[in-house]
Structure formats: C-alpha cells, structure tokens
C-alpha cells in the first residue's frame, strides 16, 4: 500500500475497516488549529511505550546497496534507547549520521517535535505532498531548524527538512504503511542528505505497542 499520508516512523494509528475509508475526508483539526496545535498532534500519534525494529539500508543514487544494519528502538516512559547491529547508541544532539549513514537520532526518534518554538512558515503557508493539502511549520531549538509538512486534514506529518545556513541539508518522508496487529504505520521511509548522491531506506519490519519494562 502506498503511503498517502503517514504520521512518523514511530505512528501508530487504530486501524480503519476497508468501508470506512470515506471518514477520513472529515477534519480531524480546526480550521483555526495553531501551529502549536498541530504539532501536538503530530505528538499523539507516538505511541508513549513501543518496541520497533527493522533495517537501515544506505543506497547510492543508482540504488546499489552501500552498507545495510540492523537497528531496534525502544520507547519507554519517556526514554528512548536505540540499538544498531546490537550495539547500544548514545544519544547525540540528533545531527550525528549513524554508521555513515544519512539517518540521525532524530529521523527515528522526531525528537524535535517536543521543541517548544514552533510556528507556520510565513513564505510557504500552503503546499501539497503525495496529494495532500499541509500547513508548513517551522520547529527551532538553539541554532537548529527544523521544516515540517503536516496534513492539514489529519495532523499527520507527511516531510521533514533540516536546515542549515538557510537552505534544506537533509530531507526525511514516507512511502509505504503496513498494518502491524491492530495498528497502521509507516514500514518505508526514506532519509536523504541533499546533493550527496546517496539516500537511506528505513524499514520498519516489527512494531510492538506495549509497556516495556
């Protein structure tokens, strides 16, 4: 299934009945929703205590495989740990590419969605991604930037940019979902540094919603 809208590599959203798919024409946000308000939302689509595991796979740009690792991520009241061909990673400001990948702490973790400085992209209010109508928000903490696309319809975040020195240096976005139990998420996402010639697949191949201990 192609990916029309995706919240996050850590969403998990109920899952629809088939017939029901018309009910997602319906608003989920206000027409009035704040910045602040739809990245909150964003937020409620992670899951608080989760177990997710899957690939790394970094490609050039003829998609010829360069490096692949194995990678589990655990989020627990609050804390997250994230392991890469069985070794632990420490938590780094989020900008550190993992095994010379193009993939950062943040892209697995949208650690920048708790940052408190938010608001809309006053030069791009309004764009489309994979068809779909997203407000444009800006995320800031200290000298980092983050651009995100949320669907203006359901609060999911469907792109990502870092940015550096005023222009996109790394771009992260969805391409398919699976159904994991009872649970839609994203298991495709790809993460590209911008004009390095190369890009790194994500995927998610389990994904357990549970409090771990």
């Known amino acids: 299934m192609t990916l029309a809208a995706f919240a996050c590599v850590l969403a998990a959203?109920?899952?629809?009945?088939?017939?029901?798919a018309p009910a997602r024409a319906a608003n989920v946000l206000p027409e009035d929703a704040t910045a602040?308000?739809?990245?909150a939302c964003c937020r409620t689509m992670l899951p608080g205590d989760a177990?997710?595991?899957?690939r790394i796979i970094l490609r050039n740009r003829r998609g010829t495989v360069q490096a692949e690792h194995a990678y589990v991520l655990r989020r627990a009241k609050g804390a997250t740990e994230l392991d890469v061909d069985g070794t632990r990673l420490e938590?780094?400001?989020?900008?550190?590419?993992?095994?010379?990948?193009?993939?950062?702490?943040?892209?697995?973790?949208?650690?920048?969605?708790?940052w408190d400085d938010v608001s809309f992209d006053a030069e791009r209010e309004s764009e489309t991604v994979h068809g779909q109508k997203c407000c444009v928000i800006v995320l800031k903490s200290a000298d980092r930037i983050v651009r995100a696309w949320v669907d203006r319809k359901t609060g999911a975040m469907m792109q990502a940019e870092e940015i550096a020195d005023g222009r996109p240096v790394r771009r992260l976005w969805g391409?398919?979902?699976?159904?994991?139990?009872?649970?839609?998420a994203p298991n495709v996402l790809e993460v590209e540094t911008l004009g390095s010639g190369h890009r790194t697949k994500i995927t998610v191949e389990r994904l357990d919603v549970k409090e771990i201990t």
């Open 175 to 184: 391409t398919r979902i699976k159904k994991f139990g009872d649970r839609w």
């Open 51 to 54: 177990e997710l595991a899957g």
């Open 13 to 20: 959203v109920p899952a629809v009945a088939a017939d029901a």
């Open 91 to 114: 938590r780094d400001d989020g900008q550190g590419a993992i095994m010379g990948t193009d993939v950062t702490w943040s892209d697995l973790t949208l650690d920048y969605l708790w």
């Open 36 to 39: 602040a308000e739809m990245v």
